[in-house]
C-alpha cells in the first residue's frame, strides 16, 4: 500500500467578474492529477511556473482544500479531516518552502521556530524541546549556538537549513519539499541537495519534490511526474527520463544547460504558458507542441502506460519517439 495516493485531484480558484460578482470565472490550477508516493521513496513534480505544482503541494497538507477528488495518506482519506483529526494528521506531513526569507518569523528566535510544532502538540516538555532542537540544528549542519539567534543573523543557505530542520521537529513521514534550492545560490544548491539525501536515510523520510528545475529533480527522485497547466503529461522512472515519450517532458530537458558550449540538438520551447482561466482545448499543450496534429486540437489525450510505470498522455507518442 503506499505511503501517499491521490486521485482525481481538483482545484479551482474564482475570480468575480462583472457587477456583483456576475460571469464569475476560475482559474484551473489543478484538473484530476492522480499519483502515489510509496514509503521510503522520493516523487518529483516538475513543470513550468503556473502548471500547479505549489497548488497541489499544499493541497496535500490541507492548506488548501481540493474541489474534489481524494487524498489517502497510510490507508485514510484526510480530504475531509476536521479538528483535532486534521491536527493529528499535520504532524505527519510537514512542508519546506521555497523562500528561506519569508518562511520564517523574523521576531522568532530559532529556538522558538524549532520548538513551536512540538509546542502544539505537547510533545515533551520545554527542556527537552530545547535538546530536540539543537539535536535537529546539528543535524542540518548548524551549531546549537544558533538557537539564541533570530533570521535575519543567517545567510540564505543557512535560514534554509533552519527551515529543513523546522520541518523535521514533528518527525513526519512525508515532506513535501516546494522548490527548496531554487532561491539559493548556485554553490548552495548542491550542499542542499545532499543534505537532503542524507536527512532522508537518517531519518527514513518520504519526499515530494517540486521543482522546475528537471536536472535537480532527477537527480533526487525515484518517479517523475511531469505537470502541465493542472494536467500530468508523463508519469515515469527517474531511469527512464532520457527515453521520454512526451514533447513537453522532452522540451524541458533540452531547456537543461548543456556542459559544452553552443551545443543544442532541439529547438528549445517558444512561447509562454496559456492562461489558466481558459484552457486549450483538447491536450492543453497543443498551442506549443511541435509535432501538433488536428487531434491534438480536438480530443483530450488519456494518460496511458506505454512501458511499466511508465505513462503518457500524448495522442503520437509512438508515431514521434516510437515505442
Given at each position: 500500500?503506499?505511503?501517499?495516493e491521490?486521485?482525481?485531484l481538483?482545484k479551482?480558484?474564482?475570480?468575480?467578474?462583472?457587477?456583483w460578482g456576475?460571469?464569475?470565472?476560475?482559474v484551473?490550477?489543478?484538473?484530476g492529477?492522480?499519483?502515489?508516493?510509496?514509503?521510503?521513496?522520493?516523487?518529483?513534480?516538475?513543470?513550468?511556473s503556473?502548471?500547479?505544482?505549489s497548488?497541489?503541494?499544499?493541497?496535500?497538507?490541507?492548506?488548501?482544500?481540493?474541489?474534489?477528488?481524494?487524498?489517502?495518506?497510510?490507508?485514510?482519506?484526510?480530504?475531509?479531516?476536521k479538528?483535532?483529526?486534521?491536527?493529528?494528521?499535520?504532524?505527519?506531513?510537514?512542508?519546506?518552502?521555497?523562500?528561506p526569507y519569508s518562511s520564517?518569523?523574523?521576531?522568532?528566535?530559532?529556538?522558538?521556530?524549532?520548538?513551536?510544532?512540538?509546542?502544539?502538540h505537547?510533545?515533551?516538555?520545554?527542556?527537552?524541546?530545547?535538546?530536540?532542537?539543537?539535536?535537529?540544528?546539528?543535524?542540518?549542519?548548524?551549531?546549537p549556538?544558533?538557537?539564541?539567534?533570530y533570521?535575519?543573523?543567517?545567510s540564505?543557505?543557512?535560514r534554509?537549513?533552519?527551515?529543513?530542520?523546522?520541518?523535521?521537529?514533528?518527525?513526519p513521514k512525508?515532506?513535501?519539499?516546494?522548490?527548496?534550492?531554487?532561491?539559493?545560490?548556485?554553490?548552495?544548491?548542491a550542499?542542499?541537495?545532499?543534505?537532503?539525501?542524507?536527512?532522508?536515510?537518517?531519518?527514513?523520510?518520504?519526499?515530494?519534490?517540486?521543482?522546475?528545475?528537471?536536472?535537480v529533480?532527477?537527480?533526487?527522485?525515484?518517479?517523475?511526474?511531469?505537470?502541465?497547466?493542472?494536467?500530468i503529461?508523463?508519469?515515469?522512472?527517474?531511469?527512464r527520463?532520457?527515453?521520454?515519450?512526451?514533447?513537453?517532458t522532452?522540451?524541458?530537458l533540452?531547456a537543461?544547460?548543456?556542459?559544452?558550449?553552443?551545443?543544442?540538438?532541439h529547438?528549445?520551447?517558444?512561447?509562454?504558458?496559456?492562461s489558466?482561466?481558459?484552457?486549450p482545448?483538447?491536450?492543453?499543450?497543443?498551442?506549443?507542441?511541435?509535432?501538433?496534429?488536428e487531434?491534438?486540437?480536438?480530443?483530450?489525450p488519456?494518460?496511458?502506460?506505454?512501458?511499466?510505470n511508465?505513462?503518457?498522455?500524448?495522442?503520437?507518442?509512438?508515431?514521434?519517439?516510437?515505442?
Amino acid at each position: 500500500m503506499p505511503l501517499l495516493e491521490i486521485k482525481n485531484l481538483v482545484k479551482r480558484f474564482p475570480i468575480k467578474r462583472g457587477l456583483w460578482g456576475r460571469g464569475q470565472e476560475y482559474v484551473h490550477a489543478v484538473s484530476g492529477v492522480s499519483f502515489s508516493i510509496e514509503e521510503g521513496k522520493t516523487l518529483g513534480l516538475v513543470g513550468e511556473s503556473g502548471s500547479g505544482k505549489s497548488t497541489l503541494g499544499r493541497m496535500l497538507l490541507r492548506l488548501l482544500n481540493p474541489d474534489a477528488g481524494e487524498i489517502i495518506f497510510e490507508g485514510e482519506k484526510i480530504s475531509t479531516l476536521k479538528s483535532v483529526s486534521l491536527k493529528n494528521f499535520r504532524k505527519k506531513i510537514q512542508m519546506i518552502f521555497q523562500d528561506p526569507y519569508s518562511s520564517l518569523n523574523p521576531r522568532m528566535t530559532v529556538a522558538a521556530i524549532l520548538t513551536e510544532g512540538p509546542a502544539i502538540h505537547r510533545i515533551g516538555d520545554k527542556s527537552s524541546r530545547l535538546q530536540k532542537a539543537a539535536e535537529l540544528l546539528q543535524a542540518v549542519g548548524l551549531s546549537p549556538e544558533a538557537l539564541l539567534k533570530y533570521p535575519h543573523e543567517f545567510s540564505g543557505g543557512q535560514r534554509q537549513r533552519i527551515g529543513v530542520a523546522r520541518a523535521l521537529s514533528l518527525l513526519p513521514k512525508l515532506i513535501v519539499c516546494d522548490e527548496p534550492v531554487s532561491a539559493l545560490d548556485v554553490s548552495i544548491q548542491a550542499q542542499m541537495i545532499n543534505l537532503l539525501q542524507e536527512l532522508k536515510e537518517k531519518f527514513k523520510l518520504t519526499y515530494l519534490f517540486i521543482s522546475h528545475d528537471l536536472k535537480v529533480v532527477s537527480y533526487l527522485s525515484d518517479q517523475i511526474v511531469v505537470l502541465y497547466l493542472g494536467k500530468i503529461m508523463e508519469y515515469l522512472p527517474a531511469d527512464r527520463l532520457m527515453e521520454t515519450r512526451h514533447p513537453y517532458t522532452q522540451a524541458l530537458l533540452e531547456a537543461v544547460p548543456l556542459p559544452i558550449p553552443g551545443k543544442k540538438t532541439h529547438e528549445i520551447l517558444a512561447g509562454e504558458i496559456p492562461s489558466t482561466l481558459k484552457l486549450p482545448s483538447g491536450c492543453v499543450f497543443h498551442t506549443r507542441c511541435p509535432y501538433v496534429q488536428e487531434v491534438c486540437k480536438q480530443k483530450i489525450p488519456v494518460l496511458r502506460e506505454l512501458h511499466p510505470n511508465h505513462q503518457v498522455a500524448c495522442h503520437l507518442a509512438e508515431e514521434i519517439f516510437g515505442k
